[in-house]
């Protein structure tokens, strides 16, 4: 093994805070990674990382190798790519709540590996909180406000929001016009994943937010499920356009109030402050924000 790709390997081990991890990753018998680093102590002169029965951690000088090395491996990456004219390369795992992939990322996923050949993507799903480096994962999309600052963030999209209902639940309390109309109405609540309670309704008031809770038919923790209990008609529900577009069209939900709309969710991408933002990353990133660009819903691009 020459020494870049030692490089490599020992960032994905730091990454990854396991040999049988690290060497999964990439593809290689555990015992390689193991004999690879100790190749490398054996060369520095110092230990880089620290064993454990459960997980490995890097040492103080293993830690600032690690650094070293990853800015080495971005500038390699770069100066191949602008020597040779090749296109960026190398596996790619990124982490994006489902709904999100299935409507915005999905349709277009062939013309960009088409174009990108040399690229191996991984794509996790879940909408959980992911530790990057920990995991292996170079970026997630995640959509709402963001909270945790040890992350580069770039925001790629707002998603328009609507309150909306079924037919059947406004033939049973009436359309309301305007807010105080809600009063006997109720809603379908979708119950936090950090305070475990649900979210009021929300309403655009010039330019301040109103919130307004309503008695709850069903409460519930995932978009695809409040969905379908709205087409049932237990109540009015708040959702990003997209999700719900065909069914507006086809009549099987009715906006309400649309003059008092949510404010949009916005939608990020983002990558840890370790890491060099590699070309393959970028271009991914690139095609992500177009994506996005392309697929919202007409009346939310506007």
């Known amino acids: 093994m020459d020494r870049f790709d030692a490089i490599r390997l020992f960032c994905r081990l730091v990454e990854r805070r396991s040999f049988t991890a690290a060497a999964a990753d990439l593809g290689l018998p555990r015992s390689t ?9 054996a060369r520095l002169g110092v230990r880089l990382v620290q064993r454990t029965t459960r997980r490995v951690a890097p040492t103080p000088d293993g830690e600032a190798y690690y650094r070293r090395c990853l800015q080495i491996i971005a500038d390699v990456e770069e100066a191949e790519a ?28 062939p013309r960009f590996l088409a174009e990108y050949p040399d690229i191996q993507l991984h794509i996790g799903e879940g909408d959980r ?14 959509a709402g406000e963001l909270r945790d600052s040890s992350m580069i963030a770039r925001r790629i999209a707002l998603l328009e929001e609507v309150t909306c209902a079924s037919p059947d639940y406004l033939a049973r309390y009436g359309t309301p016009r305007t807010l105080d109309d809600l009063e006997g109405h109720r809603m379908i609540a979708f119950i936090s994943p950090v305070t475990k309670s649900a979210f009021p309704l929300e309403f655009t008031v010039g330019s301040e937010l109103r919130h307004i809770m309503l008695p709850a038919t069903v409460t519930v923790n995932g978009g695809e ?48 402050h370790s890491r060099q933002l590699s070309p393959r990353l970028r271009v991914f990133m690139d095609w992500v924000t177009k994506e996005f660009a392309e697929r919202l819903p007409r009346r939310a691009a506007t």
């Open 129 to 142: 909180l992911v530790d990057l480096i920990a995991e292996g994962v170079d970026c997630v999309v995640r």
């Open 33 to 41: 990674v193991t004999e690879a680093v100790k190749q490398m102590e």
């Open 225 to 272: 499920t409040s969905h379908a209990l709205a087409r049932l008609g237990l109540g009015l529900i708040q959702v990003p356009r997209y999700n719900i577009e065909a069914d507006l069209e086809a009549g099987r939900l009715v906006e309400v109030l649309p003059q008092h709309p949510p404010s949009p969710t916005p939608v990020s991408m983002l990558y840890p």
């Open 82 to 109: 602008a020597f040779t004219g090749g296109k960026p390369k190398g596996q790619l795992r990124i982490d994006v709540f489902g709904m999100l992939a299935r409507y915005f990322l999905i349709p277009g996923l």
